[in-house]
Protein backbone atom coordinates (compact mmCIF):
# COMPACT_ATOMS: atom_id res chain seq x y z
CA UNK A 1 0.00 0.00 0.00
CA UNK A 2 1.01 3.92 -0.89
CA UNK A 3 -0.01 6.33 1.38
CA UNK A 4 0.18 10.52 0.96
CA UNK A 5 0.30 12.59 3.84
CA UNK A 6 0.32 16.22 3.65
CA UNK A 7 0.69 19.26 6.09
CA UNK A 8 0.97 22.88 6.40
CA UNK A 9 -2.15 24.07 5.65
CA UNK A 10 -3.49 26.63 7.54
CA UNK A 11 -5.54 30.18 7.86
CA UNK A 12 -3.18 32.98 6.53
CA UNK A 13 -4.08 36.50 5.88
CA UNK A 14 -3.92 37.95 1.54
CA UNK A 15 -0.61 38.60 0.54
CA UNK A 16 0.63 36.15 3.21
CA UNK A 17 2.83 32.86 2.48
CA UNK A 18 2.17 28.87 3.18
CA UNK A 19 4.23 26.07 2.20
CA UNK A 20 2.59 22.39 2.29
CA UNK A 21 4.36 19.30 2.02
CA UNK A 22 3.29 16.03 0.84
CA UNK A 23 5.31 13.08 1.42
CA UNK A 24 4.51 9.61 0.03
CA UNK A 25 5.17 6.03 1.61
CA UNK A 26 4.89 2.16 1.53
CA UNK A 27 5.61 -0.09 -1.34
CA UNK A 28 7.24 2.36 -3.83
CA UNK A 29 9.29 1.57 -6.34
CA UNK A 30 9.21 5.02 -8.21
CA UNK A 31 7.50 7.77 -8.27
CA UNK A 32 6.99 9.44 -11.58
CA UNK A 33 4.90 13.08 -11.53
CA UNK A 34 3.52 14.38 -8.87
CA UNK A 35 1.27 17.08 -8.08
CA UNK A 36 -1.00 19.29 -6.20
CA UNK A 37 -5.01 19.90 -6.88
CA UNK A 38 -7.35 22.06 -5.33
CA UNK A 39 -11.21 22.64 -4.84
CA UNK A 40 -13.00 25.24 -3.39
CA UNK A 41 -16.79 24.62 -2.75
CA UNK A 42 -19.12 24.37 -5.57
CA UNK A 43 -16.39 23.82 -7.86
CA UNK A 44 -14.74 21.24 -9.52
CA UNK A 45 -11.04 20.05 -8.78
CA UNK A 46 -8.26 21.55 -10.61
CA UNK A 47 -4.77 21.41 -11.09
CA UNK A 48 -2.44 23.35 -9.20
CA UNK A 49 0.63 22.69 -10.08
CA UNK A 50 2.83 19.47 -11.54
CA UNK A 51 5.76 18.22 -11.73
CA UNK A 52 8.00 14.94 -13.54
CA UNK A 53 10.56 13.18 -12.15
CA UNK A 54 14.03 14.14 -13.23
CA UNK A 55 15.92 13.37 -16.69
CA UNK A 56 19.09 12.11 -17.54
CA UNK A 57 20.25 15.81 -16.87
CA UNK A 58 18.65 15.80 -13.40
CA UNK A 59 15.97 18.37 -14.42
CA UNK A 60 12.31 18.07 -13.50
CA UNK A 61 10.04 19.85 -15.71
CA UNK A 62 6.92 22.05 -14.08
CA UNK A 63 3.70 22.99 -15.09
CA UNK A 64 1.22 25.49 -13.22
CA UNK A 65 -2.20 26.83 -13.60
CA UNK A 66 -2.31 30.48 -14.84
CA UNK A 67 -3.86 31.81 -11.85
CA UNK A 68 -1.26 30.63 -9.68
CA UNK A 69 2.07 31.35 -11.96
CA UNK A 70 4.69 33.66 -10.62
CA UNK A 71 3.49 33.27 -6.98
CA UNK A 72 3.41 29.43 -6.63
CA UNK A 73 6.16 26.80 -6.78
CA UNK A 74 6.45 23.17 -6.82
CA UNK A 75 9.40 21.73 -5.98
CA UNK A 76 10.41 17.36 -5.06
CA UNK A 77 12.44 15.88 -3.08
CA UNK A 78 13.45 12.46 -4.39
CA UNK A 79 15.00 10.96 -0.87
CA UNK A 80 11.77 11.90 0.90
CA UNK A 81 9.64 10.77 -1.24
CA UNK A 82 8.24 14.31 -0.50
CA UNK A 83 6.88 17.06 -3.32
CA UNK A 84 6.54 20.95 -2.05
CA UNK A 85 4.11 23.61 -2.76
CA UNK A 86 5.25 27.36 -1.93
CA UNK A 87 2.49 29.43 -1.97
CA UNK A 88 3.53 33.54 -1.65
CA UNK A 89 1.09 36.55 -2.33
CA UNK A 90 -1.91 34.03 -0.95
CA UNK A 91 -5.13 35.65 -2.48
CA UNK A 92 -8.88 34.90 -1.00
CA UNK A 93 -9.56 32.95 -4.41
CA UNK A 94 -7.24 30.82 -3.41
CA UNK A 95 -9.12 28.91 -0.34
CA UNK A 96 -9.53 25.44 -1.18
CA UNK A 97 -8.76 21.95 0.04
CA UNK A 98 -5.73 21.26 -1.37
CA UNK A 99 -4.35 17.29 -2.53
CA UNK A 100 -1.57 15.72 -3.13
CA UNK A 101 -1.34 13.50 -6.25
CA UNK A 102 1.10 10.98 -6.93
CA UNK A 103 2.04 8.76 -10.18
CA UNK A 104 4.02 5.78 -8.68
CA UNK A 105 5.10 2.72 -9.46
CA UNK A 106 4.20 0.23 -7.10
CA UNK A 107 6.33 -3.08 -5.86
CA UNK A 108 2.96 -4.79 -5.89
CA UNK A 109 2.00 -4.40 -9.42
CA UNK A 110 5.00 -2.78 -11.71
CA UNK A 111 2.69 -0.89 -12.39
CA UNK A 112 1.97 3.03 -12.37
CA UNK A 113 -0.79 3.73 -10.24
CA UNK A 114 -2.67 6.76 -9.39
CA UNK A 115 -2.66 7.62 -5.04
CA UNK A 116 -4.40 10.75 -3.44
CA UNK A 117 -3.58 12.61 0.05
CA UNK A 118 -6.89 13.67 2.11
CA UNK A 119 -6.45 16.95 1.57
CA UNK A 120 -5.74 19.87 4.04
CA UNK A 121 -7.12 23.25 3.85
CA UNK A 122 -5.93 26.56 3.08
CA UNK A 123 -7.85 29.53 3.71
CA UNK A 124 -6.91 33.12 2.70
CA UNK A 125 -8.46 35.76 4.39
CA UNK A 126 -9.00 39.26 2.90
Known amino acids: QVQLVESGGGLVQAGGSLRLSCAASGSIFSINAMGWYRQAPGKQRELVAA????????????NYADSVKGRFSISRDNAKNTVYLQMNSLKPEDTAVYYC???????????????WGQGTQVTVSS
Open 101 to 115: NAIIIVFSSWSEEEF
Open 51 to 62: ITDVDSTNYART
